[in-house]
């Protein structure tokens, strides 16, 4: 890496609805405002997988030119496709079995559909930052060994609406450092309220 002091800090993260409530699935990357990093901070594989008619887990995070598998763990073959405009496909996946790998060369995110249970869905985040994390249930996430510096943080989420950009902020990182987001929405807890939108 360049342009950072050698000194690591962690970034503590907590995303919020427009209702003050905790926004689990949220992914945050953060881009360094100077310098540039060598390579991303992120899997190159992500394993998606088919239980009981769900896609667990329903956000995956990977790098641009990363591959997810499809694994199927169900009692019942699935049919994955996805027809967003950053990576389209279909193919089945029977019981027991576990798809060739989907390489993702375009960063964005893929919304994935089963087309035999159409209460299915999922989501492939497809990162150009060289860091990005995924809040849990309780709306928080870390970002540890971060290189002290000015961060350019933007948070998305499955239930932001399609047509405007995602929120964004400016964060120092230095030490330990805490960053609250808000989100312009409520979010639904049910999943199946989330949109099969395009991206």
Known sequence: MT??????????LAVYDSAGRPAPNAVVTLTPLAGSASAPHLPVEAIIDQRKETFIPLVTIIRRGGHALFTNNDTTRHQVYSF???KQFEFEVDEGRRSEPVVF?????A?????IHDQMIAYVY?????????TNENGRAEAPELPTGDYRAVVWHPQLPL???PPATTVTVKGSSDLSLALPLAIIPSSRHLHMGIY
């Open 84 to 86: 967003s405009p950053i």
């Open 163 to 165: 047509d405007r950009p």
């Open 3 to 12: 342009g950072f002091p050698a000194c690591a800090a962690t970034l503590h």
């Open 111 to 115: 919304s994935i559909g089963c087309n």
């Open 126 to 134: 497809v990162a150009d930052a060289p860091w990005a994390v995924l």
């Open 105 to 109: 060369d375009k960063a964005g995110v």
